[in-house]
């Protein structure tokens, strides 16, 4: 992937930076980025981060304590007639800890309602997917490793505890 100094968070995506440059005319600097999912997609934003958008990289040390804690992290106790906000609220708004709470819910959703021979809902299931990506594509970078290796490596290493 490369050096991780070259990448940051843009809200919930991995964005490589590949270039830094200043607006004369706002007199701002501006971070151009490549989200990595979308490398057709080019990004100025500025780097004074003003609306919160933009963070650091997790450090591969924080990448295991979260996956070390995954275990522990609770799912959501979630009303029907909120779930969709809490979850695009988790999902666009929430932390690291809160995409994990995220995938727990909607995977234990799922699975409750195939045992009821129920079909699985179709908003969990969107959620599911869209969590996992936002925070496997971070973790696949700060522990350098391949995007499609990631939630085989985080079940190895909760078996092993």
């Given at each position: 992937m490369g050096d991780k100094e070259n990448y940051i968070m843009y809200k919930n995506e991995v964005c490589k930076i590949v270039d830094k440059k200043h607006s004369s005319k706002v007199d701002k600097d501006y971070y151009t980025l490549i989200p990595i999912k979308d490398e057709s997609l080019v990004i100025d934003v500025p780097s004074d981060n003003e609306f919160g958008f933009l963070r650091s990289l997790m450090t591969k040390e924080e990448a295991m304590e979260l996956i070390h804690k995954m275990k522990k992290i609770p799912p959501l106790k979630v009303e029907e007639r909120t779930m969709e906000s809490?979850?695009?609220d988790l999902l666009y708004y929430g932390n690291q800890e809160d995409l994990v709470k995220l995938i727990k819910t909607t995977y234990l959703?799922?699975?409750?309602?195939?045992?009821?021979?129920?079909?699985?809902s179709e908003k969990d299931f969107k959620y599911f997917e869209k969590a996992e990506d936002f925070l496997y594509q971070e973790l696949a970078i700060a522990l350098d490793i391949p995007f499609?290796?990631?939630k085989s490596f985080i079940q190895k290493q909760m078996e092993s505890e």
């Open positions: 809490t979850y695009k959703r799922n699975e409750a309602r195939e045992k009821a021979k129920k079909k699985s499609d290796e990631t």
